[in-house]
């Protein structure tokens, strides 16, 4: 049975595998972020080691993403996700246990995220520069990029909401107990995998030739450059809500856990739905236009919600928040991926993630330490307001990228007409 264009990747065996294994995780994972900052800010009541928590867990993927990138790119890239999956698997038993215990305190899981967080750097070039291997080309690779981001979005949404019901009626250990399940599932499903081999040809060179050689195809061509500084600018101010929300659910909300993970679940409901629309897009023509529009609206939407009091304007402004900075996301990645050679595609794929989650923690733990100064609502509006100049300053550049980006596509054979 043909299956409709907007599910076309799932055509591929390995695909669907990698996909349903990291859709448990994800939720799991999300389970236990959830649970984390909850209890941090339950134990600490600080804002401040709120973003602290939030630093440690995505710092890493600022310094190390670029190294693991290159060392991705030498490997067996299933090889790579079964070693840190199960390195991650033995992480989340260890937070279970001080949890069950009741020894926790918040240096624990501030480290906890520090050592999850160096996991995950060397996981995510592996898991981004994987999928063209898993569908056997480039045919069906912005799909598969496109359902990737919903199926990850998909468990941003529903795992704050099941976290935050689970928080208040069983405890945070049920949280933990569950995201180490979870990675059964994973492991299971990359062990069924045949695809990820290694690259064709070995990276010749020193390690920081190899490092030059993924930045300057990156920031050497006017688009990609522009799209990743973008990226960069955006999680550095919009992704630095979700460490704030605690403060939120409980002082602006009057709410508990449940309401923490209703205001996340908001914005990954948001997300969710920009990668359906991702997924039913047709080719690439528009992505990067689409880029410079989805970022104005996530600082729009992050300013108005950072002065609402009312559910009625927070939710809907959190949930456009979410859309436009994941979209932002998704539509650089897709890009990327969709022209990079394929000797370089993990080192693109970790300059990627470091834009994307490695500015975050910054974000992250500056807004931290502005809230402790002029409040969590003027720190949300600044980040906004920074999020929409930075969109303005790509709008003076788009005629170019168009044209450049235009003739790339054209010249690789994926698209004919305006890009």
């Known amino acids: ?57 995505q710092a890493p993927f600022l310094v190390l993403g670029p190294l693991a990138g290159v ?58 520069s994987i999928l063209i291997q898993l569908i056997g080309g480039r045919q069906d690779l912005p799909n598969a990029i496109a359902l990737n981001s919903s199926m990850m979005n998909a ?39 045949r695809a990820g081999g290694a690259s064709r040809a070995v990276p010749q060179g020193s390690l920081f030739a190899q490092l030059l050689a993924g930045a300057r195809y990156a920031f050497g061509f006017l688009p990609t450059r522009c799209a990743l500084l973008l990226l960069a600018a955006t999680s550095l101010t919009v992704h630095s809500y979700p460490s704030l929300m605690p403060w939120f659910a409980r002082e602006v909300f009057r709410g508990d856990s449940g309401m923490l993970g209703v205001l996340v679940g908001a914005g990954g409901c ?77 080192r693109v794929a970790s300059l990627y993630v470091m834009s994307f989650l490695g500015m975050a923690p910054i974000g992250a733990f500056i807004a931290g330490w502005a809230s402790e100064r002029v409040g969590p609502p003027a720190t949300l509006a600044a980040c906004g307001g920074l999020a929409l100049l930075a969109s303005v300053a790509y709008a003076w550049q788009y005629p170019a990228i168009r044209r450049d980006i235009r ?13």
């Not at 900052?37 to 009541?45: G, N, P, T």
């Not at 279970?96 to 624990?108: G, I």
């Not at 501030?110 to 999850?116: D, E, F, I, M, P």
């Open 155 to 193: 468990a941003r949404f529903v795992g704050p909401l099941a976290g935050g019901a689970l928080i208040a009626g069983f405890g945070e250990t049920s949280a933990f107990a569950l995201n180490a399940a979870s990675y059964l599932f994973m492991l299971a499903a990359l062990w069924r995998i």
């Open 270 to 346: 948001g997300a969710l739905t920009g990668m359906l629309y991702l997924a039913t897009r047709p080719d690439l023509r528009g992505l990067l236009r689409l880029v410079g529009m989805m970022a104005a609206l996530a600082g729009a939407a992050l300013v108005a919600f950072a002065f609402a009091r009312s559910l009625w304007i927070a939710l809907p402004a959190l949930y456009l928040a979410g859309m436009g900075a994941m979209l932002v996301a998704a539509s650089t990645n897709t890009v990327l991926q969709s022209i990079v050679p394929d000797e370089l595609r993990a």
């Open 71 to 128: 060392f991705v790119d030498r490997m067996d890239r299933r090889h790579v996700l079964l070693a840190t999956n199960c390195v991650a698997a033995m992480q989340a038993i260890a937070m279970l246990t001080v949890v069950a215990l009741d020894v926790v305190e918040p240096w624990h899981l501030v480290a906890g995220n520090l050592v999850l967080g160096i996991v995950s750097a060397c996981d995510a070039p592996a898991r981004q």
């Open 1 to 57: 049975m043909a299956l409709p264009t907007a599910l076309r990747a799932f055509r591929h065996r390995d695909y669907r595998l990698f996909y349903a294994g990291q859709g448990i995780s994800q939720i799991g994972t999300w389970l236990q972020m959830i649970a984390t900052s909850w209890l941090i800010f339950r134990l600490s009541e600080s804002t401040f080691l709120l973003g602290l928590s939030a630093f440690a867990l």
């Open 407 to 419: 003739a790339a596509y054209e010249k690789l054979g994926l698209v004919t007409g305006r890009a």
